[in-house]
């Protein structure tokens, strides 16, 4: 049986173009790695620095495109072993994690994820 991975997924920058507190448009490609990163048994987090409302309309678009959340910045199995605010993650999604591969959309917004370059990187480290 292969692993089961705790990914933590950004969503300004990563699901989303930027448009903070709207939501932006989906991230070309987003969605089908999130599908396929899911449908292969790794649970995600969201991992955002949204909250209230704002949160509550990142869940939801996670629900309108039927990608299920394993947490919501919570990691539930890590109240066991450390009572630290960061959650414990095998992998990080995020626009600006240094490493993690970006595209410019136009001259003036900050870059989003290049979920094409991510998803290759994915599969070469066998998590996709
Ligand atoms: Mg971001």
């Known amino acids: 049986m292969e692993r089961s991975l705790i990914i933590a997924?950004?969503?300004?920058?990563t699901c989303v173009e930027?448009?903070?507190?709207?939501?932006?448009?989906?991230?070309e490609?987003?969605?089908?790695?999130?599908?396929?990163l899911q449908q292969r048994g790794h649970?995600?987090?969201?991992?955002?620095?949204?909250s209230g409302?704002?949160?509550e309309a990142a869940i939801s678009w996670f629900q309108e495109r039927r990608i299920?959340?394993?947490?919501?910045?919570?990691n539930i199995e890590q109240r066991r072993w450390s009572e630290s605010p960061k959650?414990?993650?095998?992998?990080?999604?995020?626009?600006s994690a240094l490493g993690c591969p970006i595209r410019f959309i136009d001259d003036v917004r900050r870059p989003v994820v290049d979920w094409r370059?991510?998803?290759?990187?994915?599969?070469?480290?066998?998590?996709l």
């Open 9 to 13: 997924i950004d969503f300004d920058g």
């Open 18 to 27: 930027h448009c903070y507190p709207a939501i932006g448009c989906e991230v």
């Open 29 to 36: 490609g987003a969605v089908e790695v999130l599908r396929a």
């Open 43 to 50: 649970r995600l987090i969201l991992h955002t620095v949204r």
């Open 53 to 55: 409302a704002t949160l």
């Open 68 to 74: 299920p959340l394993w947490g919501v910045n919570l």
């Open 87 to 95: 959650v414990y993650a095998h992998y990080y999604i995020d626009d």
């Open 117 to 127: 370059a991510l998803r290759k990187l994915l599969e070469y480290h066998g998590i």
